[in-house]
């Protein structure tokens, strides 16, 4: 298993409504909205580091209102 945060900068306004979609994803063990350069931080699990990109460009980036993201993948 892969284990990796997401850094979303959302429109202005759809932070709510990005945050409770995201929560839906089996993916998402944690999402929250944070403060600063970022709007929302997902730590996200996948099987294998194939599936992350894919998770990435084909679940969160087609979301309405997400503007950007960054995907950090952390080391166990």
């Given at each position: 298993m892969?284990?990796?945060?997401?850094?979303?900068?959302?429109?202005?306004?759809?932070?709510?409504?990005?945050?409770?979609?995201?929560?839906r994803?089996?993916?998402?063990?944690?999402?929250?909205?944070?403060?600063?350069?970022y709007d929302?931080?997902?730590?996200?699990?996948?099987?294998?580091?194939?599936?992350?990109?894919?998770?990435?460009?084909?679940?969160?980036?087609?979301?309405?209102?997400?503007?950007?993201?960054?995907?950090?993948?952390?080391?166990?």
């Open positions: 892969v284990l990796a945060y997401i850094l979303i900068v959302v429109e202005a306004g759809h932070e709510k409504e990005v945050t409770k979609t995201l929560k994803l089996a993916e998402a063990e944690e999402v929250n909205t944070i403060y600063g350069e929302i931080i997902a730590r996200i699990r996948v099987k294998a580091i194939e599936n992350l990109g894919d998770f990435v460009i084909e679940k969160i980036r087609p979301i309405k209102g997400v503007k950007r993201t960054s995907t950090l993948i952390a080391v166990e």
